[in-house]
């Protein structure tokens, strides 16, 4: 079936500016991706899972200016011991970066990759998978086209989590990166993520976890005002397998993040959880797609976003629970915090079921600041500004609280409430 005119020209000027790269091993899967990109065109707002975002910024040719941000603040999980990795722009800085030996992990460059290479059972299988029943082009053009990434293979737990920095220095920096994670057996990974990496940013991550592996991702999207992000996670668990993956927004013209979820092993946990907070010219979109494939499997969505001045925020999320997946204990949970009348809300939360022994709940709300416990809260003499900050905090607790390790936790509240003061004053 032919594309509509105007997707296919949109399609068309985007694929002739990009080059696919020569490599090897994943030549094949970068063909094939390319091919996804031509049969589904790249997304337009008639269609149904972009019904809520405008995506013309993120397909047209070149990225539209963002002035780069100074935070004026200490990086996020700097104080951490850490391997560092930093890409400017998309570009690996290695003067920048830690030295990448780690024990228990192997970690390579997608850039640098051999011909032959254990994540050619990975790149793009994922992605390619979670294409299905809904179409995702910006996450096929990343696979066809993505310049550099990290491979990292994890055989053992190592002592430090592996934290990946993203840094903004051009204005025009249209950077595509895809990242491997293979967790095998009974290993066990910390991932952190931050930075606001560049005027345009598309991102995959495709994480397969086997039986008895973890997987713990954390990240903060930048501060930086005008930028804009496609990001997309495929993870795929083995057996008794965890994976928890929880992202802090703050800022940004628009982002959309995407999550696909196949819990395939029996008895794997899956969470996936976000905290985001915009002001103004704000547009934050998660969709989420969780597969429950397996026996006693559990998944859990919570996403809280506190709106203000005009900001908008999306949630599309979907449990699908297949034939035979039994004793299937799926959760998920999207609320908003609007500051002003201004703001507003877009959810669409939705179940899929074939089992019948089967624990799903789905809920969305959307309110302001409560106002019985901001005026409890004032009757003991706390100011208001600082009152709605406290129920604010409150409000995204059970988010942030998703995250296993406490100091994390911590750190994460910390730049809440930074964000929150710094619109206080």
């Known amino acids: 079936m032919a594309l509509p005119k105007l997707k296919q020209d949109a399609t068309d000027a985007r694929l002739a500016a990009l080059d696919l790269p020569a490599s090897g091993w994943s030549r094949s899967a970068r063909e094939d991706a390319l091919a996804r990109v031509k049969a589904t065109g790249l997304p337009s707002r008639r269609d149904e899972y972009w019904k809520y975002t405008q995506p013309d910024t993120l397909v047209q040719v070149d990225a539209p200016v963002a002035e780069v941000f100074d935070a004026n603040e200490t990086p996020i999980f700097n104080d951490f011991d850490r391997v560092k990795i930093v890409f400017v722009d998309g570009v690996f800085d290695a003067d920048a970066s830690d030295d990448l030996a780690l024990e228990g992990v192997s970690i390579d460059r997608l850039a640098d990759a051999g011909d032959i290479?254990?994540?050619?059972?990975?790149?793009?299988?994922?992605?390619?998978?979670?294409?299905?029943?809904?179409?995702?082009?910006?996450?096929?053009?990343?696979?066809?086209?993505?310049?550099?990434?990290?491979?990292?293979?994890?055989?053992?737990?190592?002592s430090k989590p592996i934290h990946i920095t993203y840094k903004h220095a051009a204005t025009n920096s249209d950077a595509?990166?895809?990242?491997?994670?293979?967790v095998e057996a009974g290993a066990e990974l910390t991932l952190l993520e931050n930075g606001p990496a560049a005027a345009r940013f598309n991102k995959c991550l495709e994480?397969?976890?086997?039986?008895?592996?973890?997987?713990?991702?954390?990240?903060?999207?930048?501060?930086?005002?005008?930028?804009?992000?496609a990001t997309h996670m495929f993870a795929r668990l083995g057996a008794e397998s965890v994976f928890k993956s929880f992202t802090f927004t703050a800022n940004g013209v628009l982002t959309r993040n995407e999550c696909v979820i196949e819990l395939t092993g029996d008895d794997a946990v899956a969470h996936v959880a976000g905290a985001c907070m915009g002001d103004g010219d704000f547009l934050h979109d998660d969709t989420v797609f969780v597969t429950h494939d397996a026996l006693n499997c559990e998944s859990r969505q919570v996403?809280?976003?506190?709106?203000?001045?005009?900001?908008?925020?999306?949630?599309?999320?979907?449990?699908l629970v297949k034939p035979g997946a039994q004793k299937t204990d799926g959760y998920q949970i999207s609320q908003s915090l609007l500051l002003d009348d201004d703001s507003q809300f877009l959810a669409k939360p939705e179940l899929e079921i074939y089992a019948d022994d089967v624990a799903c709940s789905h809920g969305s709300t959307s309110g302001a600041i409560d106002d019985e416990g901001l005026f409890y809260l004032r009757s003991r003499g706390v100011p208001v500004d600082e009152a709605t900050d406290l129920l604010t905090i409150a409000f995204l607790a059970e988010a942030v609280q998703e995250i296993e390790d406490e100091a994390i936790q911590e750190e994460i509240v910390s730049r809440i409430e930074g964000w929150l003061t710094r619109r206080r004053g």
């Open 117 to 158: 290479h254990w994540a050619k059972d990975v790149y793009g299988v994922l992605e390619a998978r979670g294409q299905t029943p809904v179409e995702r082009p910006l996450a096929a053009l990343n696979t066809a086209f993505a310049t550099d990434g990290l491979l990292i293979r994890v055989t053992k737990t190592p």
């Open 176 to 182: 595509i990166l895809h990242h491997v994670v293979k």
């Open 207 to 229: 994480a397969d976890i086997a039986d008895g592996g973890k997987l713990h991702h954390i990240r903060a999207q930048g501060r930086d005002h005008q930028r804009r992000a």
């Open 303 to 319: 996403f809280k976003k506190v709106l203000r001045n005009g900001a908008t925020g999306v949630f599309q999320g979907k449990i």
